[in-house]
Structure formats: structure tokens, C-alpha cells
């Protein structure tokens, strides 16, 4: 956007989101103590409790766009992403190791420090009873393959969502090369229309996220009214618990970083570091990637083609700090409302997490959209994921920065042990050049 058009805009605009946020987080509060902080007027009540309909209206919108931005962003990918045939298994095997660690690591931190119980939302209507969806491997089996290919876009059903987003992407890409091989391109109009359809629902996207600052003023300051600040507490130790996990998970790169390329730790951080600050700062890995891509290169000095299948590829696929967010985030929120969740409801929180994470696209609060699924796979209530929003602001930018090096470190692993010779640098070189 030229600096003329921004200076068009209105001045609340052209502040940036995280501010906003911050803006309307501060007003909240002052609103919501004026309004009773935790014993209002009981005639006032009612009006308080509709503070709360902007984010609820937002949830809705995040749970209607979470399917189709999860379909588009599979079909896209393999429409669009460029995999050398021999990487391919290597690098999958990869990406779903670290995506496992990554939740493994996500619910270890959030059973042993148990961050939902440090204080409590205190709605008796909702935190009665365990949460009703229990894991049956043959109900699930059975339930993969949807009646009609557009019931998992109706049900919000994440497995048989994946269940036609893969078939439909591996027959999509086949036929893409096969036509390719052929000199044929029949295939570009759907490419096209799967890569603008996919354009359209970010756009809607970015729409709601604009309203996101008016939702976090209303279900703050309704909640601070209502309840006081018990519940933010437990937000609280739900932050101190993720940015723990969040470095553990750094940790664990770090380590097979160590072992598994010829590239140091040190280097890795401070040749990378470009690459995680901006990452930390724009709160998106999509736009982060040229300069991933660039420090993988110049500063770390990785070979050209390994840079691009983690750099490239994996911003695509490999989100593993999102991963790890939604996973924390259901197991929270059940500790907040006293539901248990049991090892087998774990499993399916595992299981869905790591197709939210792959279905979140790299753009800010992206990971907010796709938990909605992640949360109606073991009926948890999604309206609290509404607390969430208070806080992710902050909390994606950590989680996209360690999306950013999980990306680098697939680019290191596949590197491999030996650096590239000068030989090979100069070949580069030249190439370029010419
Ligand atoms: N903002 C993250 C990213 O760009 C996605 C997310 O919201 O988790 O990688």
C-alpha cells in the first residue's frame, strides 16, 4: 500500500492491530469496573451479558470460514507446492515428527502445570459433566467418509473434511502432472480458481480479524463486569504455559539441529534470527518466508534446494507452534470448565490439531479459525475460545516465530551433515548470475 493510500485511511486504521487491541483491552477494563467488576446492578445484567454479541458473532464467522480455509489451503498446496520426488517422504516424515513433538510437548506442559485451574470462569451451566465426545477408533472409522462430499463442509467434521481435501488434492496434483508431462494445461482454470477462492476466504478473513479489537472490548469488559478478574488469571498461567512449551519446542530443534545437520546451534540462531524477529513482529510465516528463505541461504549458508523445501514448502505445511497452541488451547479451556479429558479425547485433540495446524493458513490469527475445529471434535464449547482471543494477539506472534524455525529446521535437517563444497557454491553462483 503506497504511504498516500494509508494516510486516506481513518485514523483507528492506520493503527496497527496489536494496538488496537491493547487500546480496547484497557478500555474494557475501565468499563467493566464502572459496571460493577464482578457484582453488578442486577437490573444492568442483561445489557452486560450483550457486550458479549460482536464476539460471539465473530466465533461464528471464524467456525463458518475454518472448513473452507482448510480445504482451499490443502488443495492449494498440492496444487502449487513444488516437491522434488525423492524429498517427499523424507520430508513428510519429518514434518509430522516435529508436528507430533510440537503437540506431545504442548499437552506435557498442560497437564503438569494445569494452567485452567489457577482460577475459574465460574459458569456453573457449563463446567457440569465430562465433555460428551468419547474416542470410538470404529465410530471414527466408520464416520471418515462423509455421506456427501459437502456434509463435512456443513458439520464443521474435521476428519472427513481431510478425508476429501487429500483425495481431492492427490488426484488434483496427478492430473496436473500428468497433463504437464503431455504439454496439456486443462488443469490452470481450477488451479486458478482454487488459488483465488483461496485469496477470497483469507480477504473475508482479514475482514473479521479487523473487528477482532471490538470483540475483545465487548467480552472483556462483560466478563470484568460479571465476573471480576478471577478468569484472567488462569489466562495468565495459560500464557506462562504456552511461552514454556513454545521454548521447549525450541529446545527440541535446536537439539536435532545439533545432531542431524552440520549447521551449529549458534549460527543457526543468530544466522536465523532475521528471519524469527520478523516473524515475531508481523505474526505471519507467509510473509516472513523470503526472508526465511533468503537468511536459510546467505546466513546460514544452506544449499539453495533444501532452503526452498523447508522455507517454501513448509510454510505451506509445517506450522508446528500453531499445532502446539491448539492442543493447549482445548486442553485449557476443558481445565477452566472442570472437564475432563480423557487419554482417548487427548488423542483426538492430537489428531485434529495436526490438521488444523496444516489447514492454518501463515497469516495472523490464523490458528484462532482452525481451533474451532479442534474444540468441536471433543464438544468442547467453542464461545470460550472467545477468552482466547484476549490474548493471542501476543501469543501468535511467539507461536508464528516458532513456526518460522520449524521451517528453518526442516531446511537444516535435510542439508544434512555436510555442508555444501565451494565447488557446489560457486556452480550456484554462477547459475545465478547468468
Ligand atoms: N500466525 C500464524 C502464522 O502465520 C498462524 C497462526 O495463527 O497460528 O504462522
Known amino acids: 500500500m503506497s504511504q498516500h493510500e494509508s494516510k486516506d485511511r481513518p485514523l483507528w486504521q492506520r493503527i496497527p492491530l ?51 480455509l482448510i480445504l482451499l489451503a490443502v488443495l492449494h498446496s498440492f496444487m502449487t507446492a513444488t516437491i522434488p520426488g ?57 464416520d471418515a467418509v462423509p455421506a456427501s462430499i459437502l456434509q463435512p463442509l456443513v458439520d464443521n467434521n474435521v476428519i472427513q473434511l481431510i478425508v476429501v481435501a487429500l483425495s481431492f488434492g492427490i488426484v488434483l496434483r496427478a492430473l496436473k502432472s500428468e497433463q504437464t508431462a503431455e504439454g496439456k494445461t486443462d488443469y490452470l482454470p481450477i488451479q486458478q480458481l482454487i488459488t483465488i477462492l483461496f485469496e477470497a476466504v483469507i480477504r473475508i ?81 507467509t510473509a516472513t518466508m523470503p526472508i526465511t528463505f533468503e537468511a536459510l541461504i546467505q546466513k546460514i549458508g544452506l544449499r539453495e534446494s533444501s532452503a526452498s523445501l523447508g522455507a517454501l514448502v513448509g510454510s505451506n505445511f509445517n506450522n508446528d507452534g500453531t499445532a502446539l497452541y491448539e492442543a493447549m488451547s482445548a486442553l485449557f479451556v476443558a481445565q477452566v470448565l472442570n472437564l475432563n479429558l480423557s487419554l482417548p479425547q487427548q488423542l483426538i485433540v492430537i489428531l485434529t490439531s495436526i490438521v488444523a495446524s496444516v489447514g492454518a493458513a501463515g497469516i495472523p490469527e490464523a490458528g484462532l479459525v482452525t481451533m474451532t475445529l479442534v474444540f468441536t471434535s471433543v464438544g468442547l464449547p467453542t464461545q470460550y475460545i472467545a477468552l482466547l482471543v484476549t490474548v493471542d494477539w501476543f501469543l501468535d506472534r511467539c507461536r508464528t516465530a516458532i513456526n518460522v524455525m520449524g521451517d528453518m529446521t526442516v531446511s537444516a535437517l535435510i542439508d544434512g551433515k555436510q555442508r555444501q563444497s565451494q565447488a557446489e557454491e560457486l556452480a550456484i553462483e554462477s547459475i545465478i548470475e547468468e
Open 86 to 142: 525423492r524429498s517427499g517422504r523424507r520430508l513428510a516424515i519429518l514434518l509430522l515428527t516435529n508436528t507430533l513433538v510440537a503437540i506431545l510437548i504442548g499437552l506435557l506442559v498442560a497437564n503438569v502445570l494445569q494452567p485452567g485451574k489457577w482460577g475459574s470462569f465460574g459458569d456453573a451451566a457449563l463446567s457440569t459433566g465430562e465433555v460428551k465426545k468419547t474416542l470410538d477408533p470404529w465410530g471414527l472409522l466408520q
Open 205 to 285: 478473513l482479514h475482514w473479521v480479524i479487523a473487528l477482532v479489537p471490538l470483540a475483545v472490548f465487548g467480552i472483556v469488559a462483560s466478563t470484568v463486569a460479571l465476573k471480576g478478574f478471577a478468569p484472567f488469571k488462569s489466562l495468565g498461567a495459560f500464557i506462562i504455559a504456552v511461552l514454556v512449551a513454545l521454548l521447549l519446542q525450541s529446545c527440541y530443534y535446536l537439539t536435532r539441529v545439533y545432531f542431524g545437520s552440520w549447521v551449529k546451534p549458534k549460527n543457526f540462531l543468530i544466522g536465523g534470527s532475521d528471519a524469527l524477529f520478523t516473524a515475531f513482529s508481523s505474526a505471519s510465516s
Open 18 to 68: 496489536y494496538l488496537q487491541i491493547a487500546i480496547a483491552l484497557v478500555i474494557a477494563v475501565v468499563v467493566g469496573v464502572l459496571l460493577g467488576a464482578g457484582n453488578p446492578n442486577p437490573n444492568n445484567v442483561d445489557t452486560i451479558k450483550n457486550l458479549a454479541i460482536p464476539c460471539n458473532l465473530i466465533l461464528k464467522a471464524l467456525k463458518a470460514l475454518a472448513t473452507p
